[in-house]
Structure formats: C-alpha cells, structure tokens
C-alpha cells in the first residue's frame, strides 16, 4: 500500500510521549519497612507511552521475579509522576535524565542507576520554508527565530534550550518559544507560524519520513548527544538506601528488558499493545520503538547527567551557580551486582518474528491508522476540540 501522509493528517498523530496513559489507578500502599528485612515487593511507575517498553517487558517477560521481585504497577499522570516518586507514591521507573535534573538540583531525592536508551528528540526545519518563516540550515541559523515545542519545560523543549546554549544562543533573549499539541508541530511549520520544531518519536520521524523537514539537531546521530541516554532507570532515594538490593535487582531487571526490546523491537511493541499498556498500532509501536537505541549502560547514565548537568548550566535552566559536578555525583548511583561488564555477558532470547522488517514505512501504518481512526493514543485527541472550538494552529493563524 503506498499512502502518503500529509502535514496536516500529521496534527492527528499526536506523540507517544505526550498524551498516553491519562488515568493514575490507585496508589499501592507503603512497600517500605524501615525496622525490618529488604522488601520484596515493589512499585513500579509507569505513564504507558512507548518507550516504557522495558518496564512492560521485564513484568510479562519475568525479569522482576528473577530477581525474586513481586511488583505492582502504578499508572500515573504527567503533570503528577515526578512528585509522586519523589513522595514514594512508587519506588522505581526510567525516565528522561534532563526532565528531572531541575528537580534534583531543587532538593527532590531521586537516584539515576543506569542508561535505557538514546536518540529520541530533534530539531527540525522545512526543507522549504514558508514565505514567513526563515530559511534554516544550521544551529546558528535558529538565532531569532520562533521554535514550536509541545510544551514549556518538556523534554525537547529542554533539548533545545541545551543546543542552543551550547552554541552561544540565549534561548531565553533570542528564541520565541510558542506551544503546539505534538501533532500540531508540523502543521505550525506548513503554515509558517513557526520556523522550526523541537519534537520526540514518533513525531520527528513522521516528519522526517514525510520529506519536507531537516534535521538541525538529531539525538540519535548528533555528537555529544548521540551518545548520551535520554532514559535511565530512577529509583526513590529513601527507598533505595533502605532497600539496596531490591533497587539493584529492579534496575537489573528493566536493563535487561531493555536489551530484550532492542533485539525484539517488534514483539515488544506487540506485548506493549496486548497487555493494555498502551494504546497504540503494534506496528507503529514497534517502528518508533526500533528507531531508539536500547543498548543499557551504567557507565552511559552517569555521562548523561553529568554532561546535561553542564549544558543546562549552560542553557539558564539550572542555576549559575550550581556545581554540576556535585549535583551530578549525587544525582548517579551505582549499585551492587550492576554494572557494564554485567551488562556485556547478558544474553535475551531473540524471539522469532520479534524484529521490525525493513520493508515497512511508518507513513503507510500512520495512514492506516489515521484513514481507519483506529482506537490509539495517536488518534482522536486532537480531531475533537472541546466545546467546539478551534484548533491550536487555527487560534494561531488568527493571532498573526
């Protein structure tokens, strides 16, 4: 089938990152017992977007209870999981390095204790560029420019603010950031409302594979950042010093899911779908889950914080006067038993059939999906506007 998507079919496809896994379930109670042995039983945070694989993955696949773990799954709400680990409304999870630095730096006790996977923000421009809209071509050419992110404060929209930096912008003095639903980013740039987009999977591959946006700044590719994780395993600091081998056997288990996701990419995604993890096409699933690079490591998540500790320094978005060093150091545990050489002997099964063929094309299963309106979190969120209303783009067009 050979369907080809445009931008604005795009504004439907909203981020997998952003808009699934709306409903918190009820909190487990208390897994910690400070006057007694190592729990056995613990809390694992999860929102039910794609690249939570690995969580999915070690709870059906068992790699929990070879740790000799019993775990309980707590759904939470973006606006509420970082306060609800650092509250120990649940014990462990992975998530974006730079999205919880700020909090660190802020005094909320949480432990990194290794890397999941790399490569899943951008900065993208049109290839051709609308007549309001400024050619770009380079990171000094987005100097005074309007950058579309899904939010102030989300993960690209950090990611930008340290490529910025980092090249002698002031994102704070010389950028204007304007807010778009994720997949409205690409429509934002059709109609030159803006000049270039900061994005995350799916949404920077669409676009890609779409041919009408370059790549200013890719994750995946990019030095340093190509070999920075965006995702490490966190655990809740007081859980974890009263709980160290529990903490070291959790964080075993989601690295070694996550190796299992990067060689079963597709059989993940399908295990992700199925057990009601997330709502989502298997295929388009297993299509952003294969453009990440789930090869886990300890060494790679201390890296990570430290060089997006200095970067966000760098950006204005931790304190001048902050010692990265120091707030790095505190914010990288590693754990016993846990650790690169451990992580080079893992074996995982290669399921058969588990891999995404080469022969697929993200647009045709967006197209699908999109023609068929399937149930997804990638559907539906943006084709009804409450009340009636306009769409974001539609309120900004009229703004201009």
Not at 163 to 191: C, H, S, T, Y
Request: positive net charge; hydrophobic residues 40%.
């Amino acid at each position: 089938m050979n369907r080809h998507v445009t931008w604005s079919s795009l504004a439907v496809l909203v981020a997998l990152a952003a808009l699934c896994g709306c409903k918190r379930e009820q909190a487990a109670k208390p897994s910690t017992n400070p006057n007694g042995p190592e729990v056995t039983k613990i809390r694992v945070g999860y929102i039910g977007i794609s690249c939570e694989a690995p969580l999915f993955t070690a709870v059906e696949k068992g790699f929990f209870k070879e740790e000799g773990l019993e775990v309980e799954m707590v759904r939470c709400q973006w606006a509420q999981y970082k306060d609800v680990l650092a509250l120990g409304g649940y014990d462990v999870t992975h998530h974006l390095v730079m999205y919880f630095l700020k909090p660190i730096e802020q005094g909320m006790d949480v432990k990194f204790t290794g890397g999941v996977h790399r490569g899943c923000l951008r900065v993208q421009a049109p290839i051709k560029p609308h007549p309001n809209s400024k050619p770009i071509n380079s990171v000094q050419d987005l100097r005074g420019t309007r950058i579309g992110v899904p939010g102030m404060g989300t993960p690209p929209f950090i990611f930008a603010n340290r490529v910025l930096g980092a090249n002698g912008i002031d994102p704070g003095k010389e950028i204007q950031w304007r807010v778009f639903p994720a997949g409205d980013l690409g429509l934002a740039m059709e109609k030159g409302l803006v000049d270039a987009v900061a994005d995350s999977e799916p949404i920077g591959t669409l676009l890609e594979a779409e041919g009408k946006v370059k790549n200013i700044a890719d994750q995946a590719t990019d030095a340093p950042y190509s070999q920075e994780y965006c995702c490490a395993v966190l655990v809740n600091g007081p859980f974890l010093r009263k709980n160290p081998k529990a903490s070291a056997g959790a964080t075993r288990a989601i690295l070694k899911a996550a190796k299992w996701v990067q060689t079963n990419p597709l059989a993940a995604a399908r295990l992700s779908v199925e057990k009601k993890y997330i709502l989502s096409s298997p295929e388009l699933n297993a299509i952003a889950l294969a453009k990440l690079d789930y090869i886990p490591s300890v060494s790679g998540a201390d890296f990570a914080v430290k060089a997006a500790s200095k970067e966000m320094r760098t950006a204005g978005m931790l304190l001048k006067g902050t010692d990265v060093d120091a707030l790095a150091k505190d914010a990288f545990v590693q754990l016993d038993g846990v650790s690169d050489e451990w992580i080079k002997n893992l074996q995982v099964e290669k399921v058969a059939g588990g891999q995404v063929p080469k022969e697929w094309d993200i647009r045709q299963f967006a197209a699908e999906i999109y023609a068929n309106k399937q149930k997804s979190c990638c559907v539906g969120k943006l084709l009804e506007v409450p009340g009636g209303g306009e769409s974001a783009v539609t309120a900004a067009e009229k703004k201009e």
